[in-house]
């Protein structure tokens, strides 16, 4: 099976700016979760979609959106960049193995804020 | 979900094996050890995941004491490209998805 991919790979953008990021699961995976990595603050949760449904969010500003499509493909959106944006986003899809759900990560989108 | 505490960073030497500790002395009887492994500047790689006994894959075996309080990732011949960040989570199954929550890890140098 193929892994899960994201696009782009990397982004530089610049303050004020929009961006969108996107997420394609492994196949048959319904659950697509966002993360956002910084050296500062780690790992850290930003939502999880399943079947089109935000289920469970993180301590994020608004700012940060995301939306998933009925082929499980998911995109996050962050408006009104700031610097502190500046980050590695993470995708996660999770299939079951056993009784319990394994996240399994994306390569990432390195995102530059100006 | 259970916090974990796990060394800042280890050495191992190539071809020995590479024990990474974890403790999660707070962990309910409902919840997993997970354990996942971070490359520089890549996507988290899922190792191993287990809730009482002990498990084995192609990659790594997992030790999880009998209180269930700590546990060990077995790295059985550790080579170069195991260098990484392993992070160890304890979760449970929640009706609303799952949320990791990653701590720093244990930054693993394996040295030739």
């Known amino acids: 099976k193929a892994g899960v991919t994201q696009t782009p790979r990397y982004l530089i953008k610049t303050r004020g700016q929009q961006v969108t990021l996107s997420c394609s699961p492994i196949?048959?995976?319904?659950?697509v979760s966002w993360y956002q990595q910084t050296p500062g603050q780690g790992l850290q949760f930003l939502f999880e979609y399943f079947s089109e449904t935000q289920r469970n969010k993180g301590n994020f500003p608004g700012r940060f959106s995301g939306r998933q499509f009925s082929n499980s493909r998911s995109e996050m959106n962050v408006s009104t960049l700031e610097l502190g944006d500046s980050a590695l986003y993470l995708c996660a899809s999770s299939g079951r193995i056993g009784p319990m759900d394994t996240q399994y990560f994306g390569p990432g989108t390195r995102l530059t804020v100006l | 979900d259970a916090k974990t505490t796990q060394p800042t960073s280890m050495d191992c030497a190539e071809g020995r094996a590479a024990n990474l500790p974890c403790n999660h002395s707070t962990i309910s009887g409902n919840e997993y050890v997970y354990w996942y492994r971070q490359i520089h500047s890549q996507g988290p790689q899922y190792i191993i995941h287990g809730l009482k006994n002990n498990e084995t894959n192609e990659m790594a075996s997992l030790i999880i004491t009998e209180d269930r309080k700590s546990s060990t990732l077995i790295l059985p011949h550790a080579t170069l490209r195991d260098t990484a960040v392993y992070y160890c989570i304890v979760t449970r199954d929640h009706n609303y998805g799952q949320n990791f929550v990653f701590g720093p890890g244990t930054r693993l140098s394996v040295l030739p």
């Open positions: 196949s048959g995976h319904r659950s």
